[in-house]
């Protein structure tokens, strides 16, 4: 059910979204009723998170099942003795699924109150705790072991500091402050440690700060699938195109038992050295992460390079990943973007010039898989339609595992293309209502399909390159 007000955008980015989701195909397809029902049905799962938790294993160290011995004995611990399931992914062996419990409707409202960023907000609603920095406001009473009340100041209208505020905020549930609201805003900027740690949360989530660190790496189901979908296999040269902040990387020399190369690339330094340390500290010797722009990654003279940096020589990689920037409209929770129109239409250009770097690194007969975490047509759809008449040298191909729905039409593709694609829509499923009792009924099989449709919006596109450009 929903308990969030729908995704807060800009009028013109909501209407150019509603192009994108109404076009004449999908209007001549659904009518123009259900493809406005469904649109809005998707602004408001927006706002809500995933129904599930998604972990993958880091089966270089250990196995599935030992980690999830582990995790079981971590959630009966954060949940006080509740007894949560957690799913293997019968498709994807290496993913292990927490069901998230909620809304949770019978929380009582405190007086004393904390304002956290939407981002802070977005973080709760997933498991996380409140840290320092991302309270904006407090009440003037509020000392450290007080119940508190914490809400998102979704528009990011609250002044740091305030003591109270009366614009837009959304209930995000209570927690125990472990300051006083005189040290969050004492104007130390080391202040770093956590805030509030949230004992009833609206939507209860595991918290993975530190857990199991060595193995596991908390990712959203489709983007687990993405690497699955790549199928890199021993001994093979990949390319992760952009890279951070590494959870496909690893994700990429942990399926390749760490035999062969995996060459991650990102422009900037700080996430290269986030890359570093997730290989280091996950126990993968395979990865070499280099600072470098991806749209540059091609040598252009043809001089044999001995020394393997970037740039490369063209068709130098058996497989490459390019999950792209993107505009990120896919991500959930997410209660309200302040995007202009200008930046989230922003993407294509870059995509296109990354798509192309890609295909003139890969070598005839490689596998290209684009990847995306936001839901529009001109990032998604139309960047297929676009590579398959810029690139003759690339086919289509159907994927495995086959998790998510089919593309969407608008973009002048095939039914058969369409079907060859991977598209997460968040408004595939009702916005479950889930309890103890609820999930002590729910079956394996139904509890499997909702955390397959409810996810984020996500796209996959997989190529094979048949010729030599």
Not at 58 to 65: C, D, I, M, P
Not at 90 to 112: A, M, S
Not at 345 to 360: D, E, I, W
Not at 400 to 426: H, N, T, W
Request: glycine letters at 8%; proline letters at 6%; a positive charge.
């Amino acid at each position: 059910m929903s308990v969030f007000p729908k995704i807060s955008l800009r009028p013109e980015v909501e209407n150019y979204l509603k192009e994108g989701f109404m076009n004449k195909e999908i209007v001549t397809a659904l009518g123009k009723q259900e493809a406005e029902r469904k649109f809005e049905t998707l602004l408001k799962h927006l706002s809500h998170p995933p129904s599930f938790t998604t972990v993958r294993v880091n089966t270089h160290l250990a196995s599935v099942q030992h980690v999830k011995n582990l995790l079981l004995d971590e959630l009966q611990k954060q949940f006080n003795g509740l007894s949560v399931p957690i799913l293997q992914h019968p498709d994807l062996q290496d993913v292990l699924l927490i069901p998230v419990i909620g809304p949770r409707k019978n929380i009582k409202k405190q007086q004393c109150e904390a304002i956290v960023g939407a981002q802070c907000g977005n973080a709760v609603l997933r498991g996380a705790h409140v840290y320092a920095p991302g309270i904006v406001s407090a009440s003037k009473f509020m000392k450290a072991g007080d119940v508190i009340s914490v809400y998102s100041d979704i528009k990011g209208k609250c002044k740091k500091g305030a003591k109270e505020f009366d614009g837009t905020k959304v209930f995000l549930g209570n927690g125990i402050s472990e300051l006083s609201r005189k040290e969050i805003f004492s104007g130390l900027p080391e202040l770093k440690g956590m805030g509030i740690r949230m004992t009833e949360p609206v939507y209860l989530s595991p918290s993975f700060d530190n857990v199991l660190p060595r193995y596991l790496f908390l990712q959203n189901l489709p983007s687990a699938l993405v690497t699955h979908v790549l199928n890199p296999q021993p001994g093979e040269k990949i390319l992760d195109l952009c890279a951070a902040p590494g959870g496909k990387t690893t994700h990429i020399a942990a399926l390749m038992h760490d035999q062969g190369e995996v060459i991650a690339l990102d422009k900037i330094f700080n996430k290269v050295e986030k890359i570093k340390q997730n290989a280091l500290l996950l126990g993968l010797n395979s990865i070499r992460a280099f600072c470098f722009d991806g749209t540059k990654a091609v040598k252009l003279d043809m001089v044999e390079d001995t020394e393997g940096d970037p740039p490369f020589l063209p068709e130098s990689f058996d497989r490459i990943l390019l999950d792209a920037p993107c505009s990120g409209m896919g991500q959930r929770p997410n209660m309200a973007c302040t995007w202009s129109l200008k930046e989230v239409a922003s993407y294509q250009p870059l995509q296109r010039k990354l798509f192309t770097a890609a295909v003139q690194l890969l070598k005839p007969e490689g596998v290209l898989v684009y990847s995306t975490c936001t839901i529009t047509l001109a990032e998604n759809e139309e960047q297929v339609a676009w590579a398959l008449t810029k690139f003759p040298c690339l086919q289509l191909q159907r994927q495995e595992p086959q998790i998510g729905g089919e593309g969407m039409r608008g973009a002048g593709l095939s039914c058969e293309q369409l079907k060859q694609l991977q598209r997460f829509d968040p408004s595939a499923v009702p916005l479950p209502d889930t309890d103890m009792d609820s999930l002590r009924e729910a079956r394996r099989e139904d509890m499997l399909r909702l955390a397959n449709k409810d996810s984020i919006g996500f796209f996959i596109a997989k190529f094979v390159k048949c010729k030599s450009t």
